[in-house]
Nanobody
Framework: QVQLVESGGGLVQAGGSLRLSCAAS????????MGWYRQAPGKQRELVAA???????NYGDAVKGRFTISRDNSKNTVYLQMNSLKPEDTAVYYC???????????????WGQGTQVTVSS
């Protein structure tokens, strides 16, 4: 199958920065969309940011202007640069990817195990 391996989470003070990485490995023909979702205690999972293979991006309203998503298609890796972090950014962040297998045209959705981001005040 496919693995999504996340790194870069941790504890940071308000106003600080973190950079998350997610690398996809396994049987991959192409990755159409890669992105990040987050879920805080007592809240539903929400979109943080996503980027398509052609480079178009989509951001959740809460992070616009502070977070930047990017991807390296040759490495099957997506990054999330998080600046000006706020306590309300505290959540488990999940990597997500829509991946195609060779000779199978329907993309399959995969999730990482999640990485904790905690922002202290």
């Amino acid at each position: 199958q496919v693995q999504l391996v996340e790194s870069g989470g941790g504890l940071v003070q308000a106003g600080g920065s973190l950079r998350l990485s997610c690398a996809a490995s396994g049987s991959i023909f192409s990755i159409e969309v890669m992105g990040w979702y987050r879920q805080a205690p007592g809240k539903q999972r929400e979109l943080v940011a996503a980027v398509a293979s052609a480079g178009s991006t989509n951001y959740g309203d809460a992070v616009k202007g502070r977070f930047t998503i990017s991807r390296d298609n040759s490495k099957n890796t997506v990054y999330l640069q998080m600046n000006s972090l706020k306590p309300e950014d505290t959540a488990v962040y999940y990597c997500n990817a829509e991946i195609r297998k060779r000779f199978y045209p329907i993309p399959i959705e995969y999730w990482g195990q999640g990485t904790q981001v905690t922002v202290s005040s």
